[in-house]
């Protein structure tokens, strides 16, 4: 009798110990856990739920811009802005407008050459960055200087050697001199049919909210339409993700100086200037600036040539020198020793198929109406 009672309690805490067993979470017994549990460590740290919160959350652009208090966007100042942003009367020599170096379709809000030309035939010393989607940037010029479109869209009209004019008053003075815009002032400000310089750059901000493209291939992939993009393009994305692009260019406008952000809106360029050599000497032709406003990725296919000073009319070699001098690509081997312990780094380049890759995938982040403005 006694031995069957100590069979019966041999099977009950064998039972036991399996019920236990099976109802443990997954690892729970696992060495590393083993006395690394805090009182103060919340249990969501130790759920292994935790990484997979950590995926890159891709997303559309919104179809409207924010509207700044100061300045509400109305149909009637979009229409002033409008004129007023193709007007070249704004111009010193009265050969230029906004749009003669933002060409809306032709160029995708650029200009298409190395740097800009302005009065005079002048050259600038930086390409034009597209105009379309500045809206959702936050800062404005390649330096970051200009933090609204409102400070953004003066700057150019008293340039020396961009629009040339020589103070706000001559700029409220071209405009008072053309009977057509009274009228549409009275309608943009409520009656008020006085000329100046606050609501000229308050009319041309809020006609530039208006240029917002989110028709891209991109978008209708991440609305749903899963045959959006090709496969050369998804295996783009995944890229663009897992090689760190996303570290300065992530959001719905792909960048980190857009009002999505909440970090750093300027990087250093070349982040790693060893890793460029004399191939493509950025940061060693006498500039003092080396940290620049993160651009927006949108449209970047159409916007050629690119970077800050225009010298590179080749997207993958774009995306070569953004891997070695961002991403600290080129590193095949490096080693450390530390603390008796033997560590190796490797960061190799990107391999040809990966940048073609990547560029299929920036081709993605193109408007169709752009695209189709570009073929006509």
Not at 58 to 64: D, Q, R
Not at 89 to 109: P, V
Not at 228 to 257: I, R, Y
Request: some cysteine; proline content about 5%.
């Amino acid at each position: 009798m006694a031995f069957l009672i100590l069979v019966v309690l041999f099977v009950v805490i064998k039972l036991s110990v399996y019920v236990l067993l099976q109802s443990a979470p997954e690892g729970f017994f696992r060495a590393e856990h083993i006395g690394s549990r805090d009182r103060e460590t919340p249990d969501q740290v130790l759920s292994p739920q935790i990484n997979a919160s950590d995926d890159y959350l891709w997303e559309a652009l919104p179809a409207v811009a924010p509207s700044p208090v100061g300045n509400p966007i109305t149909r009637e100042k979009i229409q002033l802005g409008k004129a007023l942003f193709f007007d070249k009367n704004l111009s010193a020599d009265r050969s230029l407008s906004c749009a003669s170096c933002h060409e809306l379709e032709k160029y995708a809000g650029g200009d298409g050459a190395e740097v800009s030309t302005g009065i005079w035939g002048k050259k600038g010393d930086r390409n034009a960055p597209t105009v379309w989607n500045s809206a959702f940037q936050k800062r404005l010029f390649w330096d970051g200087r200009a933090r609204s479109l409102e400070q953004q869209a003066i700057q150019p009209l008293l340039n020396p050697i961009e629009m040339g004019m020589k103070s706000e008053i001559e700029i409220e003075k071209r405009v008072q001199e053309q009977p057509h815009y009274p009228d549409l002032f009275s309608r943009a400000f409520e009656g008020d049919t006085e000329i100046s310089i606050d609501k000229i750059v308050k009319a041309i901000a809020s006609y530039e909210r208006t240029l917002i493209t989110n028709d891209s291939p991109y978008d209708e992939f991440v609305r749903g339409d899963v045959s959006a993009l090709t496969s050369q393009q998804l295996s783009g994305m995944a890229l663009f993700e897992k090689v760190g692009c996303v570290h300065c260019h992530f959001g719905p406008n792909f960048s980190a100086a857009s009002v999505f952000s909440d970090g750093l809106e300027l990087r250093a360029f070349p982040a790693n200037p060893d890793q460029l050599g004399a191939e493509y000497n950025f940061g060693n032709d006498g500039e003092k600036n080396t940290v620049w406003r993160v651009p927006s990725l949108r449209n970047v296919a159409l916007t050629g040539p690119w970077l800050h000073n225009g010298q590179v009319d080749d997207l993958k070699e774009v995306v070569r020198i953004m891997a070695k001098a961002q991403l600290g690509k080129s590193k095949t081997r490096e080693f450390q020793w530390v603390e008796h312990r033997l560590g190796v780094i490797e960061n190799p380049d990107l391999t040809e198929q990966q940048v073609e890759d990547i560029v299929a995938f920036l081709h993605a982040l193109s408007s169709r109406r752009l695209v189709q403005a570009a073929i006509e």
